[in-house]
């Protein structure tokens, strides 16, 4: 009796913690699963209720475009083979097609066209998502758009967004300088490596760069939120 009580008290904690995972926080582990190019991980995240086309509030990014952007190309298809939409866009006007045309996979290039129906060419990449920036120019620290790739530098303090909201933290790399933490995933080279702040402890990770602003209010979040 006493074993099957404490039985059907750890399932009924597992159902309210399931229960207490917001949709938010869902989408972010399936963004990191996707991005890492985890299928089975991606599959527990879609069963377990991530929402397959939830676009990040601050960059419109989906798990979609992460796996493209990183040459995923079997989490693409499983993604696509569960209702991923291949036609959404990003802040920037880019689709989940434009990211893997960056990547040179022609399979995944043709998976992607197949599912979008795009054939032609996607237009060049607009002025707000600029290429990496040679050492000796740097862009204004503070203006109307988000800051580019390149905006911050080694040791810069910055704020960055999790899956459960912004953290504060410091950069200590930029680029494709090592591999992505301990899951062995190499960056692409629009990234940024952040130690944070909360947890000195734990090993600095890699973030893209439209997760990445500065810690202090500027012109440009009033034209990716509302309020503070």
Not at 67 to 81: K, M
Request: aromatic residues 10%; hydrophobic residues 45%; glycine residues 8%.
């Amino acid at each position: 009796m006493i074993r099957r009580a404490l039985m059907l008290a750890t399932l009924l904690l597992s159902a309210t913690s399931a229960q207490s995972v917001s949709p938010e926080e869902l989408a972010g582990r399936l963004y990191r699963d996707a991005s890492d190019g985890n299928v089975q991980a991606v599959q527990a995240d879609l069963q377990g209720g991530a929402p397959v086309n939830f676009q990040l509030p601050q960059t419109r990014s989906t798990a979609l475009m992460t796996a493209a952007q990183n040459g995923r190309t079997d989490v693409v298809a499983f993604l696509l083979a569960h209702g991923a939409n291949p036609d959404l866009r990003d802040w920037h006007g880019q689709t989940a097609l434009d990211f893997a045309r960056t990547t040179g996979n022609a399979r995944l290039i043709a998976l992607l066209q197949g599912a979008s129906g795009q054939a032609t060419p996607a237009p060049t990449a607009p002025a707000a998502r600029p290429a990496t920036l040679p050492t000796a120019s740097r862009p204004a620290p503070v203006g109307t758009t988000w800051p580019g790739f390149g905006a911050f530098r080694p040791w810069d303090a910055v704020q960055f967004w999790t899956a459960t909201g912004w953290r504060a933290g410091t950069i200590t790399a930029v680029g494709a300088a090592g591999p992505r933490s301990s899951r062995g995933a190499a960056p692409t080279e629009r990234q940024y490596r952040i130690a944070q702040d909360a947890h000195p402890d734990w090993t600095p990770d890699w973030y893209d760069w439209g997760l990445v602003a500065h810690l202090s209010r500027a012109p440009y979040w009033t034209a990716f939120f509302l309020g503070d």
